[in-house]
Structures are given as structure tokens and as C-alpha cells.
């Protein structure tokens, strides 16, 4: 209907991603501005048991066939295509991740809807529909208005808060039967896990994250005895990555991971846009920086202007002496 809100959910081995509840979040602020329902549009092969998981959307569209088992770009464009065609929403979330990537700019093409991708908000009123996107890796912000009857906005991880986005209930559930999915040009094979045996930084509720400005390999065990204090792990920036001083599983950022820790301390890290892209939802950000200029003081809700070798041993001992 066109005052429908619908959010594409993504979803993996049987969990649902994060992002899916952001949107969630920001669907509803979207459907109650329009008056509209709030639709969740779930493709997909035996996930009906994530309606229960759903309560914050009004109702579920459930697109369900066995060739959506496994994620593959063209499957799930043509069934979500389908969904939307049968809905007529007047905006459609997808996440601004891998596979949302893979499918916001199809679903654009296919049903000739316009797209405003890298969202970091969206609304709509009288004029239409307005979104911020963040360009050139978060330099610059540009906002779009939309006019017509629908939009896509390819939402960016982090844009919404994804505990407003989960709700207890569970919401009608409506069946979409899916286009013909055979003769697909790409077929899943496996599933090739990242490296096992290492922590996973996405799920620490505390991260000490080391910079460019540590300046050597043998300076790493200063922040591992933070880390260690404050019953957190380690992450990184890329150089530190790219020198091979800590495994690719510990980067922030753009081509790493994104974080929301409950506590995220920045230490020697200039706060370079492709960073701060992926920790920018952290619930408290402190950061340690010998420039005050750094541009990841804009992100922090508390800054240390000091070197990094006088701050760290005082503060460890400190979060030691009242553990
Ligand atoms: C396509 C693309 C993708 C990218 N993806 C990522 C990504 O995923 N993650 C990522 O992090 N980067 C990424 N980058 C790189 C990014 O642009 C920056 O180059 C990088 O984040 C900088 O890392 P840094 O802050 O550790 O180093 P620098 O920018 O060199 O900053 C070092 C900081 O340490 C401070 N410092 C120096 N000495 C001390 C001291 N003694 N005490 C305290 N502070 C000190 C300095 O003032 C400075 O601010 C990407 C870049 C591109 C182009």
C-alpha cells in the first residue's frame, strides 16, 4: 500500500542481523510519519520461527522457497523484486551491507525505483521523502529529497538504534509466493567461515583499540594490559592490520568490522573516516591522542590530550587498583 514502510530483513545461518532491527527502528519513525504500516519483508527457506522475533513490525511478508536456503544475489533480488512489486511501499529499507549492497541497486534497476544509498537518516513529510547519505567514506554528507511514489534507501549499519527496533509480540504474517527461482546464473556452494579461534571484536562489550600512534609491535602489550584490566580485547586500525602486528579479525572500520561496544577506547588513532565508519555506535567512546586536532575527538565523549606512553601504564594501574 503506499504508505507502507518496508524493511528488507537480513538474515544468516537462522539469525537475524543487527542492522535488520535498525531499520526496524527506523521504519516505524518512518510509518508513523506517513501513516502507513510497517512491513517486514522476510525471503528466506524455514525462517518462520524469526516472525516471533519481529513484534516492532505491524506485519510480516514471508517470501519462502527453497532456493532462498542460501543467500545468492540473483534469488533473492528476484523474490524481493516480487515482494515489493506486490507491496507498493512508499520507501523500502535495505542494509548497507554485502549482500544489501548487492541488492539495493538491482532492486533500484528492476522495479525503477530511485535509490539514495550510504543512509544515515531518512524522513518523510509533505515533500517527499529526504535522506542523508554519507559520501566520499563519511568526508561529506549530501542530502537528497525524493519525489514519486516509492524510494529505496540503502540504510548504512549504525544509522538507528536497534534496541528500538525489537519488540515482544508477533505480528500477522502474510505469504508472498516467489517468481519462478530456477536457471539462476549463480549457485552457492559453501560457506567459508573467517579464521575460528580468534575473538570476535562484534561481540566484546569493551575494546581497546590501538592506532598508528603506538609506533611499534613491542609497544602492543600496553594495551593488552588495559584491555586485560577492563575485562576487554583488542582491536585495531588498519595500519596496524596491514603491518601484520594483529590479525585482520581485529580491524575497525570499513573493510573490518563494525563495533558497539559498550565501551570503546581509541588510543594512538587519528579517527580517519573509514574508521570511525565502523565504531561510530559505540555507547562510550574515550580516546587517547597527542593532537588535539585529531578528528576522532569529534567522535569521543571523553578525550586524553597526552602521549600515549604517560597515559596508558597510569590509567591501567588505576582500573587495576579498584578491580
Ligand atoms: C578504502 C579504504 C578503506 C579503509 N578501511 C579502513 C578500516 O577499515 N579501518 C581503519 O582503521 N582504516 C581504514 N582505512 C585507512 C584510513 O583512511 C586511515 O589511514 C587509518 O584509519 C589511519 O589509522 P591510524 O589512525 O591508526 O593512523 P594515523 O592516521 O597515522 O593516526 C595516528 C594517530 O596517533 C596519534 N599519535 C601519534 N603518537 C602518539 C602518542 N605517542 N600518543 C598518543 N597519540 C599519538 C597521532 O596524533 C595520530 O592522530 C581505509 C582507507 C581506505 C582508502
Not at 68 to 96: C, D, G, K, M
Not at 186 to 192: A, D
Not at 238 to 263: A, N
Request: charged share 20%.
Amino acid at each position: 500500500m503506499l504508505n507502507d514502510v518496508a524493511v528488507v530483513l537480513e538474515h544468516m545461518e537462522g539469525v537475524l542481523a543487527e542492522v535488520s532491527f535498525e531499520m526496524l527502528a527506523k521504519g516505524r519513525e518512518l510509518a508513523r510519519a506517513s501513516g502507513g504500516r510497517l512491513v517486514a519483508v522476510l525471503p528466506g527457506h524455514g525462517v518462520r520461527n524469526l516472525v516471533d522475533e519481529l513484534g516492532a513490525a505491524d506485519v510480516v511478508t514471508l517470501v519462502e522457497h527453497e532456493a532462498l536456503a542460501h543467500y545468492t544475489p540473483e534469488a533473492y533480488v528476484r523474490a524481493l523484486a516480487a515482494a515489493l512489486t506486490a507491496l507498493e511501499p512508499r520507501a523500502a529499507l535495505v542494509a548497507s551491507s554485502s549482500m544489501g549492497l548487492d541488492q539495493a541497486g538491482a532492486l533500484s534497476v528492476r522495479l525503477g525505483w530511485p535509490l539514495c544509498a550510504y543512509c544515515r537518516d531518512a524522513h518523510l513529510d509533505g515533500d517527499g521523502l529526504s535522506a542523508v547519505s554519507q559520501i566520499y567514506g563519511g568526508k561529506l554528507l549530501a542530502e537528497a529529497v525524493v519525489q514519486g511514489a516509492h524510494a529505496i534507501c540503502a540504510m548504512l549499519p549504525g544509522a538507528a538504534q536497534a534496541a528500538e527496533g525489537r519488540a515482544p509480540g508477533t505480528p500477522a504474517v502474510e505469504m508472498i509466493s516467489p517468481p519462478d527461482l530456477v536457471a539462476l546464473p549463480v549457485r552457492f556452494k559453501r560457506l567459508i567461515r573467517p579464521e575460528a579461534g580468534d575473538v570476535d571484536i562484534t561481540r566484546e562489550s569493551v575494546l581497546v583499540s590501538v592506532g598508528r600512534g603506538i609506533q611499534s609491535q613491542d609497544n602492543i602489550p600496553l594495551l593488552e594490559e588495559l584491555a586485560h584490566a577492563l575485562g576487554g580485547a583488542l582491536s585495531a586500525s588498519r595500519p596496524i592490520v596491514d603491518q601484520g602486528w594483529l590479525p585482520k579479525t581485529r580491524q575497525v572500520g570499513k573493510s573490518g568490522l563494525s563495533v558497539k561496544p559498550k565501551l570503546y577506547v581509541a588510543v594512538g588513532i587519528s579517527g580517519a573516516p573509514e574508521h570511525i565508519e565502523g565504531m561510530r555506535g559505540a555507547e562510550l567512546i574515550l580516546a587517547i591522542n597527542t593532537d588535539p586536532g585529531a578528528p576522532i575527538f569529534d567522535v569521543a565523549h571523553y578525550g586524553v590530550v597526552s602521549d600515549l606512553f604517560d597515559v596508558l601504564p597510569l590509567l591501567t594501574e588505576k582500573i587495576k587498583s579498584r578491580a
